[in-house]
């Protein structure tokens, strides 16, 4: 495959968690660098968090600082989104992206590769 792969949504309870998986070749992207994004209704694709494959580097936007973990196993070919405490306000398409420059991670245009996306509900 040539695009990485979620899974993992679903509906969950506000304050619950939950954790999306994203699968990508390392083959085809072990020099890239992932990045989780999403997208609500009527909304931008907004930044979430992004990581290398190898390393401790992670960035993360404010709005999912402390409660989200990105993480990644670059032998299982594996990125993982772990969310908690989610709020209403979490309830997006996530998508996983790779892109080659670091510098330009919370830029959407700077990914060469998306996924197809998977639904997260938070209800109420």
């Known amino acids: 495959q040539v695009q990485p792969v979620e899974s993992g949504g679903g509906l969950v309870p506000a304050g619950g968690s939950l954790t999306l998986s994203c699968a990508a070749s390392?083959?085809?992207?072990?020099?890239?660098?992932m990045g989780w994004f999403r997208q609500a209704p009527g909304k931008e694709r907004e930044f979430v968090a992004a990581t290398p494959w190898r390393g401790s580097l992670t960035d993360y936007a404010d709005s999912v600082k402390g409660r989200f973990t990105i993480s990644r196993d670059y032998a299982k070919n594996t990125v993982w989104l772990r969310m908690n405490n989610l709020k209403p306000e979490d309830a997006a398409v996530y998508y996983c992206?790779?892109?080659?420059?670091?510098?330009?991670?919370?830029?959407?245009?700077?990914?060469?590769?998306w996924g197809q996306g998977t639904q997260v509900t938070v209800s109420s």
């Open positions: 390392t083959r085809t992207f072990g020099s890239y660098w």
């Open positions: 992206a790779a892109t080659r420059d670091w510098s330009s991670r919370r830029n959407s245009a700077a990914y060469d590769y």
